[in-house]
């Protein structure tokens, strides 16, 4: 197992001592949380082309997953209160 996804697993864990286990929409959205975690701790960069490169993709394009996290981010209902 790569380091990556030793380090998402670990994140997700975390997550989800704190949240419990969502169903639907939020498992979709803690999924994605916890990519764009894991790509900032492993670039140690912000910037979405660098998070890309460091996150677990499963094979995903870079652009794609680039567009869904600036979805994610741009979303009105992801605030820093959440």
């Known amino acids: ?3 990556t996804y030793r380090r998402y697993r670990a994140i997700k864990e975390a997550l989800a001592q704190c949240f419990g286990q ?5 498992a979709r959205y803690l ?3 916890t990519a764009l975690i894991c790509g900032i701790v492993g670039s140690r960069h912000v910037h979405l082309p660098k998070i890309a ?3 677990p993709g499963r094979g995903a394009v870079q652009e794609s997953l680039i567009m869904r996290y600036r ?3 741009q979303n009105e209902n992801t605030t820093l209160e959440q």
Not at 22 to 26: A, D, I
Request: aromatic share 6%; glycine share 6%; no cysteine.
């Open 1 to 3: 197992m790569s380091d």
């Open 22 to 26: 969502p169903q639907g929409h939020h």
């Open 31 to 33: 999924e994605t949380l």
């Open 53 to 55: 490169d460091h996150a």
């Open 71 to 73: 979805r994610w981010l």
